[in-house]
């Protein structure tokens, strides 16, 4: 069986189990967006690399044409000239990206994904096509003039690094490649991503030449803030797709109608705003247990054990199954010598991709229903009572009370006083180095 036919029979597989859709032609989604355009405008990949044109049919050539000298300068090889073209086309924004994704040539894809990816600031911009502010005020004159929220990634290390946080990477992965999700932040939200501090990264060495390196800890979150940054609500960790999407279009009427309110006006309707979703947390949470055939409905609060929280997570199967885009870009990261080869499993044949996918899928469903029950219902307790806290007061808020992880602790809780690791000095080294958290 040739390759090809391997990927081929790898993804239709994946569609038949429900976890995904092909990218070979047109989307077929796993779960439905109100309101929101199901692929529309963004085609699907051509071939087996989903690098293709993002966001609406390719505009005539006439119309980008003022974009052709940045585009030739940056894929030169005179280092300071590529350079100085690729800002001046990430000052062009979104329209530079979309251009630059719609000429990408297989034959000299490395550079075109480089290009891409700093023009969008954010790794693996060819699944997505989602173009990131990193100023905050740039992005809030964008929303005034575009009457848009503003979606607000905070994380550890940086979205252009491949070794961001572990939840970020999910984001890159499994969330924005997903085809209602990034039609949704494309067209209805300003994206901003901000690094709260550096990722922890861990390199393990074999002692024969092999190494893995990874990130050991560390939690994003999304926040929704209305043009003048005021923020409206928080969706905390990972989620998936489907759920993440029906989140924000909850808060996204409130942040854009907040433009025309005072600070006052502002405070009683995100109060009230809060207060409404507490009580339609419950409600949905005794509805869950109802169809879940279960005995009694546990209290919303109380921590459940796994076997409970799996059980949940069944339940929104649907709202966090990946997508043809999105299971591609979760194939990518695999090593290249898996790529298409088959693994035996006690039903005969499987896929690599297959049965990574269906592992994934778990993970992310015991992710989603943790966060929006426990975390995230803790922050709308929070803006119920004290709707004008500051984003960055809630941000830290966050990190201390609902990560536990501090982010004024240097060893961000690694290294505890009261834990003997019978390792000099806890293991800890103050070497200073100017490569921390480059990932490419």
Known sequence: MSQMKTWKRCLVLLSVLGIGSTFWGKDVNAWQISSVAQAAGFPQARGAVPFANVGRPQAAPNVNADLEPFIVAAMSDDVRKADAATQELRRRGRRALEYILSLTESENLPRWKTLADAVAAQRDSHFSGLYWHTDLAAAQEVAKRENKPILSLRLLGNLTDELSCANSRFFRTTLYPHAGVRFLLAERFVLHWQSVRAVPIITIDFGDGRSIKRTITGNSLHLVLDARGRTVDVLPGLYGAGFFARVLQESESLAKRAADLNNDQFGRELATFHQQKLNAQQTRWSEDWKQLKAV????????????????????????????????????????????????????????????????????????????????????HQWLANDPMTASDVLVTKIYDELFLSPLNDPWYGLSKPDVYSAVENDGRQYVITTTQNIGH
Do not use: C, F
């Open 296 to 379: 009694s409905v546990p209290k919303l609060g109380v921590d459940l054990d796994d076997a409970n929280w799996a059980r949940l997570a069944v339940r929104y199967q649907r709202e966090i199954a990946l997508d043809g885009m999105a299971a591609a870009a979760v194939q990518a990261k695999k090593p290249a010598e898996l790529a298409g080869l088959l693994a035996a499993g006690k039903g005969g044949s499987e896929m690599p991709v297959l049965k990574m996918s269906r592992n994934l899928i778990p993970v992310i469903g015991l992710d989603t229903v943790k966060n929006e029950y426990r975390l995230h219902r803790e922050i």
